[in-house]
Every structure is written in structure tokens, then in C-alpha cells.
């Protein structure tokens, strides 16, 4: 089960932090993600990271202002966002695909968490 925390309402131009806590799940060599879904339009990915070598990407849109890490102690992901725009407005969900490879295919991961909204203004 995932299970993200940390939205909310924010200004442009601030700060938020999500987290994404596995339990139940242990994950190892597995990528974790961020997508985030606007009203009316499709799931994209935000940012993934590798867990087992910490490899991340993200997407072209928020790379300079987004910063995915990972508490493997805790089994967190988190996902750091930073001078937000208001079309950064979205439900966001953290999916975990296990068996290592990354994709930026939303189709791709297997697992989901129920999502955390955040709002721009």
C-alpha cells in the first residue's frame, strides 16, 4: 500500500513536500514515482527515482524545480517541489513499478497510491 501525504495549497513561486510511505512492501530494486493528474487531462509523470541505485529523472516541465529522494529506511519517497506554478495544479500520485525499470508510461507501474491534491494559486 502507498499512501502520499504533504499536499495542500500553496502560492506560486513556494514550497511543498510530498511523501509517499510503502508498508505492507519492502521496496528494493524498484522505481517509484510521482505522476500528477490536472482536471480534464491525461496522468504524467513528474519524477521517478530507482531505488536501488537512486537514479532519478523527471519530466522537462518541472526538472529545475523538482527533487525526488528516497528514505529507504523509512520506505518514503519523497517528492520536493519548488517554485511552484499555478498549472503545477493536480492530484498527485505516487505509483511504485517493481523489477527496476524506469518508464515515463504511467501504464507501467503496478501499484498506486490514492492520491494527495495540490492547488496553485
Known amino acids: 500500500q502507498l499512501v502520499e501525504s504533504g499536499g495542500g495549497s500553496e502560492q506560486a513561486g513556494g514550497s511543498l513536500r510530498l511523501s509517499c510511505a510503502a508498508s505492507g512492501y519492502t521496496y528494493s530494486s524498484d522505481c517509484l514515482g510521482w505522476f500528477r493528474q490536472a482536471p480534464g487531462k491525461g496522468r504524467e509523470l513528474a519524477a521517478q527515482?530507482?531505488?536501488?541505485?537512486?537514479?532519478?529523472d523527471a519530466a522537462d516541465s518541472v526538472r529545475d524545480r523538482f527533487i525526488i529522494s528516497q528514505d529507504n529506511a523509512k520506505n518514503t519517497v519523497y517528492l520536493q517541489m519548488n517554485r511552484l506554478k499555478p498549472e503545477g495544479t493536480a492530484m498527485y500520485y505516487c505509483?511504485?513499478?517493481?523489477?527496476?525499470?524506469?518508464?515515463?508510461?504511467?501504464?507501467?507501474?503496478?501499484?498506486w497510491g490514492q492520491g494527495t491534491q495540490v492547488t496553485v494559486s
Open positions: 505509483a511504485l513499478r517493481r523489477g527496476g525499470t524506469c518508464y515515463r508510461d504511467a501504464t507501467k507501474y503496478d501499484f
Open positions: 527515482i530507482y531505488s536501488a541505485g537512486g537514479r532519478t
